[in-house]
């Protein structure tokens, strides 16, 4: 019984040991892969949206050069602003927005701003990779003179990158626009060009990688079922061991009371006996012959 009384404090004090050191060593593991894993997250995030930056900027350089050239056909700005948005993955609206009243006859509130977007709500980047977009062109709905993208570059006649936000136009994703000065042929300022790209997708790594952490989840399962089913078997083993104990016990006590008993008729027979014998004595004293 003291055996397996000491075997089930070292299955114990190992399984703890094991659990242990198995969870420091995730834990140290786990931060260092998680270091490196967001290290590389943010170099290729980084880079993605290096790539796709680059990528609008030259588009709308592009179209910038076409629109300069159509200045005099304000209606053809339609067509360029579609095929800026329909040939470019990375682009989900764009237009040239020209300052007030450039444009006597056009637009409303002496304000003409073509604008071709995706009229699909839930427009993003995969999905315009994958299929053909719908596009629509129409004039901008609203008064865009104090818009940060139309008032940096039609006053420094620069290239203007806006600060993340949620479009308000239909799609409610997170977006940034492009813009860039529009110039006559005299190099006045005219317009601003812009390009509309959502940074949803472009933020996002894919969750299609694996998880570093797999193999070590599934070891520290393994290490801590064999440690469980090491402490099961002790604990089975010391319950019968101790069911054993109790019975040989009772049997050692049956057999103690027997052998008490044996032992008392053999002395009750020999006091009978004795008793008999003095008897007869007695018996040849009174009548001797």
Not at 90 to 97: D, E, Q, R
Not at 129 to 152: A, G, H, M, Q, V
Not at 260 to 276: D, G, H, P, S, Y
Request: hydrophobic content about 40%.
């Amino acid at each position: 019984m003291k055996k397996y009384i000491l075997q089930l404090i070292v299955a114990v004090v190992i399984m703890f040991g094991m659990m242990a050191a198995a969870q420091y060593i995730m834990i140290k593991h786990g931060s260092q892969a998680g270091q490196l894993a967001e290290v590389s997250r943010q170099l290729e995030q980084s880079e993605k949206i290096a790539q796709i930056k680059n990528q609008v900027e030259r588009a709308v350089w592009t179209t910038q050069k076409m629109v300069e050239k159509n200045l005099s056909n304000p209606d053809g700005l339609y067509t360029i602003t579609n095929q800026l948005v329909r040939i470019n993955p990375n682009i989900v609206g764009a237009g040239v927005a020209f300052r007030p009243g450039y444009y006597a006859k056009k637009g409303k509130s002496k304000l003409f701003a073509p604008y071709a977007y995706d009229e699909e709500p839930s427009v993003t980047l995969k999905k315009k990779k994958s299929s053909t977009p719908n596009i629509r062109t129409e004039l901008l709905p609203f008064d865009y003179i104090e818009r940060d993208w139309f008032k940096n570059p039609i006053t420094d006649g620069k290239s203007f990158w806006s600060d993340a936000y949620m479009d308000q136009g239909g799609t409610s994703i997170v977006m940034c626009t492009f813009a860039n000065a529009v110039r006559d042929d005299q190099g006045h300022v005219v317009a601003v060009i812009f390009a509309d790209v959502p940074m949803e997708d472009v933020t996002m790594i894919s969750d299609d990688s694996p998880s570093d952490f797999t193999d070590d989840i599934w070891l520290l399962f393994g290490l801590m079922f064999v440690c469980l089913l090491t402490f099961c078997i002790i604990i089975w083993r010391a319950v019968v061991a101790s069911i054993n104990y109790k019975n040989e016990k009772v049997d050692a006590d049956k057999q103690s009371l027997i052998d008490e008993l044996e032992k008392q008729k053999t002395v009750n027979r020999r006091l009978t006996e004795r008793n008999i014998e003095l008897t007869n004595k007695v018996k040849d004293l009174m009548h001797p012959m």
